[in-house]
Nanobody, 115 residues
Framework: QVQLVESGGGLVQPGGSLTLSCTAS????????MSWYRQAPGKERELVAL????????TYADSVKGRFTISRDNAKNTVYLQMNSLKPEDAAVYYC????????WGQGTQVTVSS
């Protein structure tokens, strides 16, 4: 079965950096676009970034352009989200997602940005 496991969240000061990882199993990872979403308390889940199956095309939300980088390692079945210059408004639970007939989500990893 499809499984997505996120890791790498934590507490970071404003201006700091974190790298999130999402390791996938149960499907042919290298054939699918992968996405990162986030959801802050009281807000809807929003797309942060996505990357196509071979890693040649990426898309970012305007709010994170120039600060976040999505990448993938198909040999490791893992997609990453490098987050730099973090702001308090980046605090949220971050989820990875794959659309394979339907959407599959990981359990999420908490990112807290606070001094």
């Amino acid at each position: 079965q499809v499984q997505l496991v996120e890791s790498g969240g934590g507490l970071v000061q404003p201006g700091g950096s974190l790298t999130l990882s999402c390791t996938a199993s149960g499907f042919t990872f290298s054939s699918y676009t992968m996405s990162w979403y986030r959801q802050a308390p009281g807000k809807e889940r929003e797309l942060v970034a996505l990357i196509n199956s071979v890693g040649s095309t990426t898309t970012y939300a305007d709010s994170v352009k120039g600060r976040f980088t999505i990448s993938r390692d198909n040999a490791k079945n893992t997609v990453y989200l490098q987050m730099n210059s973090l702001k308090p408004e980046d605090a949220a639970v971050y989820y990875c997602k794959v659309r394979r007939v339907r959407d599959y989500w990981g359990q999420g990893t908490q990112v807290t940005v606070s001094s």
